[in-house]
């Protein structure tokens, strides 16, 4: 019996020690406390130290702005922008162009003289054509003037393949003009599609003249570009006007909407 209690006290005596830190260990922990609590005090007296000097330097700043002499010396300076108006420029935000630009074009803006080709190149070039025909699904219907392939001075219905469906817009005043001549105003009408608002491309040739004016250029509903034109020839006292629609395809061609 009493060896069994011995054995029991024994058995709680070692539960005991082994739950116990060791020396060292608590030891190594009231050093770091203690570290720690000198490192904070030694960081705020710092932090007040400070304190003074910043606010002397921010009040030094105060001073030197309101300075009379940097005032009386910026002075100038102010009443002369204010006098040129200049402002802080705006940011503006890039917007896509959705809306047409339009004008009146009552008075062109610009004008561009259009003028006989130096030299003319003539590949496979003939004459006798047919009024209407097809080249790569593109009607082509030049019912007035000269029968020819090609059009302004591109003389081949390949060369002209982005332009070839403007023949629709031949006045039936063509049929007074030389082939040199026609092909001017059609030239006009291909320099109009990179034209701006209200841009001219005329020219003469004697007696006779013409001229392309860009009316309207804008973006329908299908995201391709479209412009409006005025064409105009006059010839032996004789003017005819017309205003035509077209808009480019996807495929860098120009297809005619309508014309009146």
Not at 107 to 113: D, K, M, W
Not at 135 to 140: F, V
């Amino acid at each position: 019996m009493n060896t069994k209690i011995v054995c029991l006290a024994l058995f709680s005596l070692m539960a005991t020690t082994s739950t116990l830190l060791p020396a060292s260990a608590i030891a190594d922990s009231d050093d770091r406390n203690y570290r720690d609590g000198k490192q904070q005090s030694e960081h705020s007296a710092n932090r007040q130290a400070n304190t003074p000097q910043r606010a002397e330097r921010e009040r030094a700043q105060r001073v030197e702005r309101n300075n009379p002499q940097r005032v009386e010396r910026e002075r100038p300076q102010r009443a002369e922008r204010q006098e040129r108006g200049e402002q802080k420029p705006a940011v503006v935000q890039q917007q896509r162009y959705t809306q047409p630009r339009r004008s009146t074009a009552t008075t062109p803006r610009r004008t561009f003289h259009i003028e006989r080709p130096r030299h003319i190149s003539r590949p496979n070039y003939f004459r006798h054509v047919p009024p209407s025909r097809y080249y790569r699904g593109i009607h082509i219907y030049r019912p007035y003037g000269y029968l020819y392939p090609g059009f302004g001075f591109y003389y081949s219905d390949h060369d002209a393949f982005r332009w070839i469906a403007f023949t629709a817009l031949t006045l039936t005043i063509s049929n007074q003009l030389d082939e040199p001549q026609q092909r001017m105003h059609e030239q006009a009408m291909i320099r109009a599609t990179s034209a701006d608002v209200g841009d001219t491309l005329y020219w003469d040739d004697g007696h006779t003249s013409g001229s392309v004016t860009v009316l309207h250029i804008g973006i329908d509903s299908r995201g391709r570009e479209q412009r409006e034109f005025r064409q105009s020839v006059s010839t032996h006292g004789r003017t005819e006007t017309s205003y035509a629609s077209a808009y480019l395809k996807a495929n860098g061609t120009w297809e005619v909407l309508r014309s009146r």
